[in-house]
């Protein structure tokens, strides 16, 4: 009896799996100080904004939530679709149905349940959107190379010259969210969430449809990979790839109905001046910088589509996986190739955290006093340059 005892207390016990929540609770503890140095560094961008926008009379809150596309959000988020103005001259008319519904109807939902202004409302959605989103590159940076280069990868980010587009009530954070966590599920292989999260993100911003090639990219790779090996296909990989662009594919669809026509939403954005030209604008805009001169903000942008092209090379290099690396990619093709406003440019690329990547791992491998130098000369940048976009320059973001 006393030998069968001690064979029981020898026999190894099934370890204990973490619930859900617990492991959404350890998770959240890792990305905290990740969390924490993010609201530092916008809240810094936030105060110097605050601030100089007082000194020349204008409340923050308006320069924070009703610049430039701001003020259309909030219209949609109020009135519904329908506004149509005039361009300059009179020579055409820009609609509203050029903005993706997510934001504006998620601002009109909050503010109906919370009624304190869909201004004030927009902005509680960026900022907790943007939150959630620096967890997201957290989550992915952490998964790829560990929790150095994650907190890094959050700091890069963060320090953007145009990351004062987070604090604003702009879509960018709300698509950059979903876009991290659909990432950081195709990664994981969690089909089902990867392929409803890119549809979100679809219904956020134009560019959104890169999410959704991230994910059929991903999903891709996995099937031919379970079918080299001779294992049983993947339903769910499959279902992630089909309902990836169904939210980019149905606002779509829905304007062309609207309109009365298969391509209006594409009409619409060539009102606006927006069309897809191969990159030809971008390199006229390239030769007159060479031959002529023009404001920083368009300098800047130059600078950072070179940037982002240079990062993108570094990324191959490295080998970074598919669908991250099909997300910049396509995220690129769409900024450069088309013909937008070049200064808002490094706007559309602001949700391209991936390309910070082999910076951050060169950074990871630093002495800690370079970090903290650099770290705070692009925060000099960062906080100088997104004050000076919101409050002194002319250009649109």
């Known amino acids: ?65 009703l610049a430039w596309d701001g003020h259309w959000y909030w219209h949609i988020s109020r009135y519904g679709y329908g506004l149509i103005l005039p361009t300059e001259g009179g020579h055409g008319a820009r609609s509203d149905l050029a903005f993706f519904p997510l934001f504006p109807g998620l601002v009109r939902a909050v503010n109906t349940m919370l009624p304190i202004g869909p201004v004030n409302v927009a902005l509680l959605i960026a900022w907790s959107a943007a939150l959630m989103a620096a967890w997201g590159v957290y989550a992915v940076g952490e998964l790829l190379h560990g929790r150095r280069v994650g907190m890094i990868l959050v700091a890069l980010w963060s320090l953007l010259p145009h990351a004062i587009v987070l604090t604003m009530a702009y879509a960018e954070s709300l698509m950059t969210a979903f876009a991290a966590w659909s990432i950081y599920a195709v990664l994981t292989q969690r089909w089902l969430t990867a392929g409803t999260l890119s549809a979100l993100a679809g219904l956020c911003r134009p560019n959104g449809l890169a999410v959704a090639a991230a994910v059929v990219a991903g999903a891709v790779v996995h099937l031919w990979r379970l079918r080299h090996a001779g294992a049983p296909t993947a339903p769910r990989a499959w279902a992630a790839a089909a309902v990836a662009p169904l939210g980019w594919l149905g606002y779509v669809g ?11 939403y594409f009409h ?17 805009m390239f030769k007159h910088l060479i031959l002529g001169r023009d404001t920083l903000v368009v300098h800047m942008a130059a600078a950072i589509v070179l940037g982002s092209l240079l990062l993108f090379v570094f990324c191959l290099l490295t080998r970074m996986p598919l669908p991250p690396l099909t997300y910049c990619a396509v995220l690129i093709v769409m900024a450069v190739g088309g013909t937008h406003f070049f200064s808002s440019k490094p706007r559309l690329l602001l949700p391209a955290f991936p390309l910070l990547l082999p910076l951050a791992l060169h950074l990871a491998r630093s002495r800690l006093r370079t970090l903290v130098v650099l770290l705070t000369a692009l925060a000099g940048v960062s906080f100088f340059y997104g004050t000076y976009l919101l409050t002194v320059s002319r250009r649109a973001l």
């Not at 062309?256 to 209006?264: I, K, Y």
């Not at 619409?268 to 006229?284: C, E, K, L």
């Open 268 to 284: 619409v954005q060539s009102q606006w001046g927006s069309r897809f030209d191969f990159g030809g604008y971008t390199a006229h």
């Open 254 to 264: 829905w304007v062309g109905l609207r309109t009365h026509d298969p391509v209006g």
């Open 1 to 65: 009896m006393q030998t069968s005892h001690a064979v029981k207390r020898r026999l190894p016990t099934r370890p204990e799996v973490p619930s859900r929540r617990r492991r959404w609770r350890l998770a959240l503890e890792r990305a905290l100080p990740a969390l924490v140095l993010f609201l530092c560094v916008r809240l810094a961008g936030v105060i110097m904004a605050t601030l100089w926008s007082l000194h020349l009379g204008r409340h923050p809150r308006t320069v924070l939530g």
